[in-house]
């Protein structure tokens, strides 16, 4: 009975809060900033870290706390891919521009290695590589096509793990084999979080928190944001609000970024307290790991080598954690049955932002910047975009940005609630079953 899963103290809060939950920020609301920055993820922060360096003096608006959203609730998974494959890139944008968007996406990757080592933040950073579990054969034989591409991409290597090697990288044979890639770190969220609003308030940024953003109006040269704590004047403005952009009844600091981005809900267990012995079986080399599933599972280790953090899409409609939970636990125990009886003590979800083209953007529209779309992949990324949107701002940029000034879709109709997503979802789910039985 799924009550029984549950751990006595469960809390629907992300376990990286117990060590590092959201500071609360009673800062004023100054009247006047040179760049205001909508929005207090690592897009944001890491976005006001290189403003505050170049002299601009930020200030970062969040409508909760700052690092509240996606950027405390993560996987804590570092790499630099794209979701979006090879070929469907040059399909849609030309050999040339294709390379020159992977070339700039896999940069995210040494850039949030360089920025932690920089600032000295604190949070857990191990380059521990990845294991990508294959979930049928032919995904096994797709990963083994991709491998040149990605170690090229990537310029760190990349084997494969055939099925009868597979419990050198995973506690389990649930899987078909998979891919072994050296460019994925794993770090703690919250502390990143924490840790890069720290680095950008020293650097010069205002943060200030429970302060949302209801609309930006141009005002003389600049802009005017009014907020639920009255009106910000800024000379520029940066909107990185991603998969927060609508808020529940509909608001948003920019409808025309809100039309872009797909909110998709990620849900997050974390088990109790288990023997390391057992987290070394199941983890061996403690890597990063996630399956090919079109509704893919993703899970690792805690920083600490205690739990396991099982991450997923439990549910594609509205849903609680306590609901997500039991459907996590039940994804866990396919890949480990012999977790069938370990509780659960936390659970929680977060939204990610997806694109209509898949790819990440940063660009300007009616004067306003923005950084956002990460996939579900953005601890790098959303630094990445943040810092190079940065540098757009401050007229710093040095060399071309492939992601910046991509066409931006959307689709007739669609203002920013996904009201299809049951239904993909539910298309995704019975092709991976179909996928399964087929191999
Ligand atoms: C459960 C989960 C697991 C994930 N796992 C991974 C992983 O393992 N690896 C990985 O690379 N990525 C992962 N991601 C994705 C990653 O966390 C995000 O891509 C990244 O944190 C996005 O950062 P951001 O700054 O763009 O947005 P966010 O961190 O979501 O910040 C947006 C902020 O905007 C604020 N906001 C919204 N509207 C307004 C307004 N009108 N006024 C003021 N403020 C506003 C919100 O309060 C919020 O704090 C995961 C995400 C989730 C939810």
């Known amino acids: 009975m799924s009550h029984l899963l549950f751990a006595e103290g469960f809390r629907t809060t992300p376990w990286w809060w117990e060590a590092a939950e959201p500071a609360s920020r009673p800062a004023e609301l100054p009247d006047h900033a040179a760049v205001a920055v909508v929005g207090g993820g690592y897009a944001g922060l890491s976005a006001a870290l290189t403003l505050a360096r170049l002299g601009h003096r930020p200030v970062v608006l969040d409508a909760e706390r700052i690092g509240w959203g996606a950027s405390s609730r993560n996987g804590g998974m570092v790499s630099g891919g794209l979701k979006v494959t090879s070929g469907g890139l040059a399909r849609a944008h030309g050999t040339d521009r294709a390379a020159a968007i992977a070339r700039d996406s896999a940069a995210s990757f040494p850039f949030i290695e360089e920025l932690i080592a920089r600032e000295g933040i604190d949070c857990d950073y191990l380059r521990c590589g990845r294991f990508a579990a294959a979930w049928t054969p032919a995904h096994y034989r797709a990963q083994a096509a991709r491998a040149a591409f990605i170690e090229r991409a990537t310029g760190l290597p990349v084997s494969m793990l055939p099925r009868e090697r597979q419990r050198e990288a995973l506690g389990s044979d649930h899987y078909h084999g998979g891919m072994l890639a050296a460019a994925t770190g794993s ?20 943060l200030v928190d429970t302060t949302r953003v209801e609309g930006i109006a141009r005002d003389g040269e600049g802009f005017a944001l009014k907020t639920s704590r009255g009106v910000l004047r800024t000379d520029a403005v940066l909107v990185t609000t991603n998969g927060y952009s609508l808020d529940a009844v509909g608001g948003s600091a920019m409808p025309w970024l809100a039309r872009r981005l797909i909110p998709v809900g990620s849900y997050i267990i974390a088990t109790e307290e288990l023997p390391a012995e057992m987290i070394d079986r199941l983890f061996p080399g403690r890597r990063m790991i996630s399956d090919t599933k079109r509704v893919l599972n993703y899970f690792r280790p805690s920083p600490d080598g205690k739990r396991v953090l099982w991450g997923g899409r439990a549910s594609f409609g509205p849903t609680t954690p306590e609901r997500a939970a ?3 636990h039940g994804f866990m125990t396919a890949v480990f049955p012999e977790l069938a009886t370990t509780r659960i003590t936390h659970a929680w979800t977060g939204n990610v932002a997806f694109t209509f083209d898949i790819l990440p953007h940063i660009g300007t ?30 007229g710093a940029e040095n060399e071309p940005f492939a992601l910046a000034d991509l066409p931006f879709p959307t689709a007739p109709g669609y203002r920013g609630r996904p009201w299809f997503l049951p239904l993909v979802g539910g298309w995704y789910r019975l092709r991976d079953r179909v996928d399964r039985m087929a191999a």
Do not use: E
């Open 187 to 206: 770090l703690h969220p919250g502390k990143y979080a924490r840790g890069l609003a720290g680095a950008a308030a020293k650097a010069g940024a205002t």
């Open 326 to 328: 039991p459907v996590l």
């Open 365 to 394: 529209q009616d004067g306003i910047h923005y950084a956002a779309g990460c996939q579900g992949s953005g601890v790098a990324m959303a630094s990445w975009l943040g810092h190079r949107a940065a540098l757009r701002i401050a």
